[in-house]
């Protein structure tokens, strides 16, 4: 089965926890704090791999997650960091933000590519010892890894594209011209998923891929086209393919002019590619036929070559002649990432909501963390957590709300006692 869009997640692992530990030897008194930092968690990094051919494989797994760092130890040890969780996909993988659209990457290269980045491992409390906090008792926890929805488009890495009505023989000619093994039959879409093959000409080569037939209205839906035009859009140059002979009761010449409006309406980029005109099935064609093609072509100024796929006649003069083309163009389509937004204010994400007179209830992820790292019996801890209130504008709204001394404060599963 040949799959070429699908969903999925994916999460980077989370950093370790700081430690809270104190240097315990013998006849070394108030040895001091000694906690260590926690590991950073694993990576998500996809790889393209020549091997695979679809994205058939993310149909039946579709969550990754990478592994946690570990926690900080005693005497200043840190934490393991985790290992990257490899993710193997087919050479010219897009991979999208599902929830903005954003492009992250286009994998068609050979270096590993980071999706979704492992969280900090937390500072241990040995980080925030000074001459005037000699003993803290808190670290900082380890930050959550950065969690995706993707969805991973497959874009085939192909030099020619083969475009055409079904049934004109466009996969016979790429069977003729590469080892290619495409099914081939007399009727309608026999090609049902894109065929690559790789053409050689003298000391070069060169990939050709088989598109399924388009027919009218592709673009919007009908047939397999729009399904399958995406996969056009990396090739350098196109091959149209026409059924000079006419032998199904179509006109040639209105079956370019169909296919041609189809490609525009589908990318105005994909209308600027240069295209190569094979006339087909030449050898069942009568010469009348052939000569209105011929001259219509022309007009068009486009290059043009008389093929017959079956015999063969022809193809090697198209195929030099493409592969001479190829390399006065450039290399193949790489569609850049796209940087997050950057003129977006970046605020600490809370609400504050009065549950009743005396009670309020802030939710802020941010803010459990740091109480999740914190010993809100030690002085310095309360005068940290204290500051990320009022810097966070947390302890404006609660004050807004109206919030007096005594009042209860709860944010997550933690609860105090408002002190202003």
């Known amino acids: 089965m040949f799959v070429d869009i699908v969903k999925i997640s994916a999460a980077g692992g989370k950093g370790g926890d700081g430690a809270v530990a104190f240097h315990r030897e013998k006849y070394i008194a108030a040895g001091g704090p000694d906690g260590g930092n926690g590991g950073r968690g694993g990576d998500i990094v996809f790889v393209a791999d020549e091997g695979l051919s679809t994205l058939l494989d993310f149909r039946y797994k579709r969550k990754y997650r990478a ?17 990257p969780l490899v993710v193997r996909v087919p050479r010219g993988t897009l991979v999208r933000d599902t929830d903005t659209g954003r492009l992250i990457a286009d994998v068609s290269g050979t270096e590993p590519v980071v999706i979704a980045k492992g969280g900090r491992g937390g500072k ?4 925030f010892a000074t001459p005037t906090r000699q003993l803290p008792r808190f670290a900082k926890p380890g930050l959550p890894g950065e969690a995706l929805n993707l969805t991973l488009e497959l874009k085939l890495l ?3 594209g083969i475009v055409g009505f079904p049934n004109v023989g466009k996969s016979s000619l790429i069977a003729a011209v590469s080892a290619a093994k495409p099914e081939i039959a007399d009727y309608h879409f026999t090609t049902i998923t894109p065929v690559l093959g790789v053409v050689r000409s003298g000391d070069t080569s060169f990939v050709m891929a088989d598109i399924p037939g388009l027919i009218e209205g592709a673009n919007e839906g009908a047939g397999l086209g729009k399904h399958f035009l995406r996969h056009i859009e990396r090739c350098r140059l ?18 370019f002019d169909v296919i041609t409006n189809e490609l525009s309406s589908h990318s105005p980029e994909l209308a600027a590619l240069p295209v190569i005109v094979a006339a087909n099935k030449i050898d069942i064609t009568e010469p009348e036929r052939l000569a209105e093609l011929a001259a219509f072509i022309k007009e068009k100024n486009l290059p043009y070559f008389e093929i017959s796929a079956a015999t063969t006649a022809g193809t090697t003069a198209l195929v030099d002649f ?13 569609f850049e990432a796209e940087a997050y937004a950057t003129d977006l204010p970046i605020q600490p994400s809370y609400t504050v909501s009065k549950l009743a007179d005396d009670v309020f209830d802030i939710a802020a992820p941010f803010l459990e963390r740091i109480l999740d790292g914190a010993n809100m019996n030690d002085y310095e801890s309360l005068q940290y957590f204290q500051r990320v209130l009022q810097n966070s504008g947390v302890n404006a709204e609660l004050v807004a709300q109206g919030v007096k001394d005594g009042d209860t404060v709860s944010v997550g599963d933690y609860e105090f006692e408002y002190i202003s």
Do not use: F
């Open 322 to 334: 493409a592969a001479a083309e190829l390399a006065k163009l450039p290399p193949i389509k790489h």
């Open 67 to 83: 592994e946690n760092g570990d926690n900080g130890g005693t005497k200043r040890c840190a934490g393991r960091a985790a290992q």
């Open 238 to 255: 196109l091959i149209h393919v026409i059924d000079a002979s006419g032998h199904e009761g179509r006109d040639p010449i209105h079956d």
């Open 158 to 160: 192909a030099d020619v």
């Open 124 to 127: 241990g409390n040995a980080c």
